[in-house]
């Protein structure tokens, strides 16, 4: 400010001078600059300093002052700025006045129209417009496959009242009804069941018209299968609902329980029952609904003449002086656009361009005040004692008290906005904010202040016993009490009670208030002022948020400002509201383009003589009620089998299925029959596609796109989990506890109950047991608990050759490490000159010193190296001098460059892990290792296996001190339930920190299936791969169990599967075939496992029946193979085994028992190295070469096939290439 003084003194002026005194010339150096006088710039710019936070930073530059317009639009340039956005403006594009296009765009026309104006059209004229484009349009197919969905999404909209909006509508500019309205609309077309809609007073800006049509959508939602749980104050919504929970009896501290709960029409059949029930007490019987027998004439009227802003029609208007006026009609009637466009905007500044011709009134109109549903504040320091003028006469008590007046404490100490007073490490706020880049902001408590506001100092100041943040804390009921001596306090606080917003704390943010509270807030700041003249008051729906008993305060509020002289114009659609108005505006009869006419001016019983009135209609009905609640059968949702008809998807030959809802169902055939066709490809494809759809835009974008299923229809979807066999990504971070939530679990835990070397309890957050934070993380390997490097074993691949010439070149990698015409031959041959090494001879033949240097290097020592180079054509000598770090440790650090880029699959076969040598696999640094529970560390919890790990925590509440165990003994129950999922699932071999991408296809899928019966989901459909793949016999009825859970939480179970035993605990089996391919995708049978068994056409009904077996072969004579000694990969005892060769060999064992590791990581990783690999001695015998097939996929890529892998296809381009054309 000191600064900008200095260029308002250039020019003549201060910034003391009020804004309004100043000249025009003088506010244009303020808002676009000046070139008088350099000045001196802060650290922090105008985008911080616009926001609450201290400049306390010296100036850094010096420059000529911008002006603050100049600075802000640069601003804006960069960054969509909230707080600049504010000031700003907007005006149409003269280039695209307004389409958004490029003229390329928009000159492409559908009947004459472009996507401009088609967008421009309302939803009502768009859905006839595209209606009458079809019957004229050639290609049917193509027309109906694009706007099918459109049509339907057109019909759900205009059947939530929302006709007259337009596509192009701004979605800033819609009500929270209407953005709720449109986010239902789509989620009505989807036509899945089984979902939980949590819906939040939907009726909100809806007339009663309109809401009747919102309950007939919610009726068809829930009789689809769907269950809705919705907050709502609306009469017709709470009766018509077929469980009703009544919470209160009133609000804030004076709630919070439940009063009642059940059928809503019992409730009001025995209301006295339940004298809690305030909404019982509103809604009876015979009807809570009153109309005004006696309206006031009032004194005097408001002309308008001609309103033409926006839809109005240019109509007339008169409205009720010292009256209460209701403006009524439908959505988008064009009432807002009355009331403020033209009636509050003219009355305030009569101008040419107001909306209307002009407004008289009969009497003077000193006042106007616009009331509507805008926040009270845009930030968090705003809250109803500052915005109500409250907090200025609480200030000013605190700073009349003994204490502040023997520190010299003033007003201004008392503020969090000001310095002096605050705490400055928060700057008053209470909390801190973190920027979390592309994850949004994030507020913490301070730590200095404990989320207090003001320092230790301020808050010394007491008034009867309580600090100026206690007071803030205060509701405003209890501050009414505790300020009862106060009576400037207590004539704000008095009208806050009134209008029933009592439970609000004086403090709360206005960012968290409704805006039915912010609108009685703003009320409540105006009506405890003296009145100055007649006021206009205007209001917008203020009953939103409101139970009836609340606008019941709201009315007596209302009525009373009319009763002291003043007007009200009330936009409402509330019955209750418009029954006691003096005179009612009816504005429609539709909305949009439709709309913008009067209806009808009158009494309500005048409005209920109204035959073209859709309100007084609505009153008429309303008041010839005489039962509240009609008699009607209680609807319950109706659950559908899912059913496809006409299934093409891939090779299926037009197939019609149907799948039984909370069933366990097997799709089973002959490889390539077209089992995951079904599955994958059909059923889960199209439920995930309906979900998604229901989802925003911008939702649906963080989504991966699925293949649309070719069916003609289906009906009865739920959404839908698939559980593949694929194997988690290779994230040395992934892993057993990180995938299942346990290593979450361990981290809290050990926040929690954790324990110092000292004995004392920890004060370490969850978050510093994460090996994924930095300042947790060790630093040497970050974490990772492993160092990787480059293996010589793997990457020295011909031996009997020198380094210098080929013996690394069986490697891409390799080969550009030993190019003799590189830098890093070169230097090593200048390293043996120096040392006395010969590095052209062979790698073996060399010492075990010299191998060391080759490949580890010299230290920091630098050599003199001159080389002839040759890349390509280019020749030439190169002169550097350089350290020698050694092959392997240059393989290592390109290895580190490349390992994030797809150049890093080249590396894969070279590159080795070891534990990391400081951390010891800990992962963790010292100090956070030092906490413990139970004697262990997190990492040494980690180590165990899920099936001793489970043991533990058993039977740990037995060894716990009680104080402790209330900590964390749901922390520990938590741990149990997951712990015996996956032990039961058969996996109780692995350990917690088992590597996620080390595990098989089959144990990956059971991993996933673990953490789905630990969430307790329902009315899911689970799609299934094989899940027995990898599984021993004697675990597959564990897993049977663990998805029999999943099926008895109320969810389907479908499942591609060969196994006999898990067919025939099936409810429902599809058996697909005849053949592969072609030959298949047909429905061969389906049905119980007795229909399958009885069905002769059924390959897999014959095998079910054991008439047809496999034959046992005679056993070929074996002959010595592969012998092993002291295997000892992952949990291989030292064993010794001969495996023979001559034969097909079986090696079984149950899921766990090393298998895999004897298979691959022995004789498999052996051969490739040469050398035994996790054993001591290995021999291959009369083997010339081993193939390694494992479950890994043939390719990265979709350009990847079966004729590319198998060199097929270099046989066809061949075949081609030679052709005589």
């Not at 009642?260 to 029930?277: A, I």
């Not at 789905?1012 to 564990?1038: I, K, M």
């Amino acid at each position: 400010m000191d600064e900008l003084n200095k260029v308002c003194a250039a020019h003549g002026f201060s910034v003391d001078i009020p804004w309004k005194e100043l000249t025009e010339e003088q506010q244009n150096v303020i808002l676009f600059g000046s070139d008088k006088i350099k000045i001196l710039f802060g650290k922090h710019g105008l985008e911080s300093r616009l926001k609450w936070k201290g400049i306390t930073a010296k100036p850094r530059e010096e420059a000529y002052y911008k002006g603050m317009i100049p600075i802000m639009e640069e601003i804006l340039k960069r960054d969509r700025n909230d707080n600049i956005l504010r000031f700003a403006g907007s005006f149409t594009c003269g280039h695209c006045h307004g389409s958004r296009l490029r003229k390329e765009a928009l000159s492409v026309h559908i009947a004459g129209k472009n996507i401009s104006e088609l967008s421009n059209l309302s939803l009502t004229n768009l859905h006839g417009f595209l209606a009458n484009v079809g019957k004229s349009i050639v290609d049917k197919e193509v027309y109906d496959n694009i706007l099918n969905h459109v049509f339907k999404l057109l019909e759900y909209l205009k059947l939530l009242g929302l006709e007259y909006l337009t596509l192009m509508r701004e979605s800033t500019t819609l009500s929270g009804g209407e953005s709720h309205r449109i986010r239902l609309a789509s989620q009505v077309g989807s036509g899945l069941q089984g979902i939980l809609y949590i819906l939040d007073e939907p009726s909100i800006g809806l007339h009663y018209r309109d809401n009747k049509k919102l309950l007939k959508v919610l009726k068809s939602l829930r009789d689809n299968g769907n269950t809705l749980l919705v907050v709502e104050h609306d009469e017709e919504t709470i009766k018509s609902a077929d469980y009703l929970i009544d919470i209160g009896p009133k609000a804030g501290v004076n709630g919070g329980e439940v009063v009642y709960q059940g059928d809503p029409e019992y409730l009001f059949q025995h209301q006295s029952d339940y004298p809690k029930s305030i909404t019982a007490q509103t809604i009876s019987m015979e009807g809570g609904f009153l109309l005004q027998n006696s309206t006031r004439s009032g004194e005097g009227t408001i002309h308008v003449l001609g309103a033409t802003k926006h839809n109005l029609k240019n109509i007339d208007v008169d409205f009720k002086l010292n009256a209460f006026n209701v403006v009524t009609g439908v959505s988008g009637a064009g009432k807002s656009t009355l009331v403020h466009q033209v009636l509050g905007k003219y009355m305030k500044e009569p101008t040419h361009d107001g909306g209307c011709l002009s407004i008289e009134s009969t009497k003077t109109i000193n006042r106007i005040i616009e009331i509507d549903q805008s926040p009270i504040g845009r930030t968090p320091r705003s809250n109803p004692a500052t915005y109500t003028d409250l907090f200025d006469h609480i200030r000013d008590l605190f700073a009349s008290l003994p204490a502040s007046v023997t520190r010299g404490y003033k007003k201004g100490r008392f503020s969090f906005n000001n310095t002096g007073g605050r705490c400055e490490t928060c700057m008053g706020a209470g909390t801190i904010q973190l920027g979390m880049h592309f994850l949004g902001d994030v507020e913490i408590v301070c730590e200095a202040c404990n989320g207090m506001r003001f320092n230790e100092e301020t808050l010394e100041v007491y008034y009867h016993h309580k600090n100026i943040f206690q007071v803030l804390e205060l509701s405003i009921e209890e501050a009414l009490e505790f300020f009862k001596d106060q009576a400037k306090i207590v004539q704000i606080l008095d009208q806050l009670v009134k209008l029933d917003v009592g439970y609000l704390k004086l403090g709360q943010p206005s960012t968290t208030l409704s805006g039915g509270e912010a609108q009685r807030v703003k009320l409540a700041s105006e009506l405890y002022k003296t009145s100055k003249g007649h006021t206009l008051y205007l209001l917008d729906e203020p009953t939103v948020g409101l139970h009836k008993a609340d606008i019941a305060y709201l009315l007596e509020a209302l009525n009373s400002i009319v009763n002291n002289d003043n007007t009200v114009v009330v936009i409402e659609q509330d019955l209750d509201v418009i029954g006691q108005a003096d005179w009612i505006t009816d504005l429609g009869p539709e909305g949009g383009d439709d709309g913008g006419y009067l209806v009808k001016q009158g009494t309500p019983i005048e409005l209920m003589d109204c035959k073209h009135s859709f309100t007084g209609l609505a009153l008429k009905e309303r008041v010839e009620k005489r039962k509240s609640i009609p008699q009607h059968v209680e609807k319950t949702a109706k659950t559908k089998n899912i059913r496809f008809f006409g299934v093409t998807t891939n090779n299926l030959k037009h197939i019609d299925v149907e799948i039984p809802l909370n069933k366990i169902t097997v799709i089973t055939g002959i490889s390539g029959s077209g089992k995951s066709s079904l599955a994958f490809d059909t059923l889960y494809a199209e439920s995930r596609n309906r979900f998604t759809e229901s989802l925003s835009t911008y939702a649906r974008r963080m989504m991966s796109k699925i293949n649309k299923p070719e069916l003609e229809q289906c009906s009865g979807l739920t959404p839908a989990i698939a559980i593949r066999q694929n194997r988690y990504h290779k994230n040395p971070r992934s892993t057993v506890g990180t995938a299942t939530g346990i290593y979450d679990l361990y981290r809290l835990l050990l926040s929690r109950a954790g324990v110092n070397p000292d004995g004392t309890a920890t004060i370490q957050p969850a978050s510093m047991f994460s090996f994924n934070k930095p300042e947790a993380a060790f630093p040497e390997c970050k974490g990772l608990g492993i160092q990787v490097f480059a293996d010589p074993n793997k990457f020295i691949t011909s031996p009997g050759k020198p380094i210098t010439g080929g013996a690394m070149d069986g490697t891409l990698p390799g080969k550009y490490f030993g190019d003799n015409f590189g830098q890093h031959v070169n230097t090593l041959l200048k390293v043996g000159e120096v040392a006395g090494f010969d590095f052209t001879a062979a790698f073996t033949q060399l010492s075990a010193e010299a191998k060391e240097i080759a490949l580890y290097g010299t230290g920091d020592k630098e050599y003199d190296v001159e080389w002839n180079f040759k890349r390509g054509n280019r020749t030439g000598t190169h002169r550097m001098r350089s350290v020698w770090k050694g092959m392997a440790n240059y393989i290592t650090e390109d290895y580190e460059i490349k390992r994030e880029s797809t150049r890093v699959e080249a590396f894969k076969s070279i590159i080795s892990q070891k534990s990391c040598p400081y951390c010891h696999g800990g992962r963790l640094n010292k100090q956070v290792l030092e906490v413990t529970f139970d004697g262990m560390n997190i990492s040494q919890l980690s180590s165990k296996t899920i099936k001793s790990a489970n043991a533990c925590f058993k039977h740990i509440r037995l060894k716990i001190s009680n104080s402790l165990l209330i900590r964390c003994d749901q922390i520990i129950f938590q741990l149990v339930e997951k712990l015996a999922t996956l032990e039961n699932i058969g996996l109780g071999y692995l350990s917690i920190d088992r590597p996620t991408s080390t595990l098989s296809g089959g144990e990956a899928q059971r991993l996933r299936i673990s953490t789905q019966l630990v969430s307790d989901l329902c009315g899911l459909t689970y799609v299934l791969d094989e899940p027995t793949v990898g599984l021993h016999s004697r675990d597959t009825q564990n897993l049977m169990n663990a998805i029999k859970r999943l099926n008895d939480n109320g969810n389907s179970v479908v499942m591609v599967e060969h196994d006999p035993e898990v067919i025939s605990l099936a409810d429902h089996i599809i058996d697909l075939g005849p053949g592969a391919g072609e030959q298949g995708g047909e429905i061969i049978a389906q049905g119980n496992l007795d229909e399958i068994k009885c069905n002769t056409n059924s390959v897999t009904g014959r095998y079910l029946n054991k008439a047809q077996e496999l034959k046992p072969k005679v056993v070929r004579p074996l002959q010595a193979g592969i012998t092993v000694k002291n295997a000892s990969a992952n949990n291989l005892k030292n064993i010794a085994l001969d495996i023979p060769s001559g034969g097909i060999v079986a090696l079984t064992g149950v899921s766990g028992s090393g298998k895999t590791s004897l298979a691959f990581e022995v004789i498999g990783n052996s051969y490739v190295a040469g050398r035994p690999v996790n054993c001591q001695e290995i021999s291959f015998g009369q083997f010339k070469s081993i193939s390694v097939i494992d479950q890994q996929r043939i390719g990265t890529s979709p350009i990847s096939t079966p004729a590319t892998y198998t060199g097929l296809f270099d046989l066809i381009r061949d075949l081609f290439a030679n052709l005589p054309i």
